[in-house]
């Protein structure tokens, strides 16, 4: 029978690539894993590591085995968490991933609210862009996704449960002159990653032309700065704006559609005490922060 512990060797040496770092990972000895995994592959029949000059990869099966894994720790850590807190909330643990924003100002805000209420419960954050939050969730490495969609964004898989916390209007951002977006048709743009411009690139296209994308980054202080320094223009949320403003830059709330936010959880209603608690201190953060407007 496979055990928990073999699922936690393969999904280690999946996640850092040799029996060496999962054995650091685990606390175990080398030879401990080793024997681990053969172990494994004799119980199953099926090969799971391929030497690699001094390090190994794994096998289509190990591959397998190993993305099955993770949901399994997942879950299995997800429970342990659960019920350490069904007895009151004055112990255990809750987990959270959020895109870098929300990170960086809804989120300190929450953590306040929670620690106030239930000082007892241990709070782990994890930075990743909503659709690395979701899979997250889906696979029970967290608790809480807090993550953002359009109007345009297609609905989430079934029993994905979303909570609304608040809307982010959407800022271009200048070194002066030129507030729409049509008139910066021919200015260089700062933007994102392949999948976190997409947006932007929308924006422009429906304000009649394609953005000459000059500069690229993920960092929203090093768009500001970039801004500031004359090199181009970009949008970016109001949270983003919130956690920190360049003095040399002008921000101009564009009237657009803005970016809807939610604590994401998963499964069948009620959520566990842990997880109900965070979401209720992220609801009263965004109640308490308010962002129709920069002050």
Do not use: N
């Not at 401990?32 to 053969?38: F, P």
């Not at 009151?88 to 990170?103: F, I, N």
């Not at 910066?184 to 933007?191: E, M, N």
Request: neutral net charge; charged residues 20%; hydrophobic residues 45%.
């Amino acid at each position: 029978m496979v055990t928990l512990v073999q699922l936690r060797v393969i999904d280690a040496v999946r996640r850092h690539g040799s029996v060496t770092a999962a054995a650091k990972q685990l606390r175990y000895t080398q030879p401990a894993i080793s024997h681990h995994l053969s172990r494994l592959e004799a119980q199953l029949g099926a090969q799971l590591l391929q030497r690699v000059g001094r390090g190994v990869r794994l096998t289509p099966a190990g591959r397998l085995l190993a993305d099955r894994a993770a949901e399994i720790i997942g879950r299995v850590d997800s429970a342990t968490a659960e019920l350490s807190t069904l007895v009151g909330l004055t112990a255990g643990r809750v987990r959270l991933s959020g895109y870098s924003s929300v990170m960086s100002s809804l989120v300190p805000q929450a953590a306040t609210v929670l620690a106030q209420r239930h000082p007892g419960l241990e709070l782990g954050l994890t930075d990743a862009h909503p659709e690395d939050a979701l899979q997250q969730l889906r696979t029970g490495h967290v608790d809480v996704a807090v993550i953002f969609r359009y109007d345009d964004t297609a609905p989430e898989d079934d029993g994905i449960r979303l909570t609304h916390l608040l809307d982010d209007p959407l800022y271009l951002l200048t070194s002066g002159g030129g507030t729409t977006l049509a008139e910066h048709a021919h200015t260089p743009w700062i933007a994102g990653c392949e999948r976190c411009r997409s947006h932007l690139v929308e924006l422009c296209q429906h304000a009649g032309f394609s953005p000459h994308l000059a500069y690229i980054t993920d960092d929203m202080v090093v768009m500001q700065s970039l801004v500031a320094a004359g090199m181009g223009v970009t949008i970016i949320p109001g949270l983003a704006l919130r956690a920190h403003r360049h003095p040399a830059v002008t921000a101009t709330q564009l009237a657009v559609p803005p970016r809807r936010i939610y604590a994401a959880t998963y499964g069948e209603p009620p959520d566990p005490p842990a997880t109900a608690a965070l979401v209720a201190a992220l609801t009263q953060a965004a109640a308490d922060r308010g962002i129709d407007e920069l002050r």
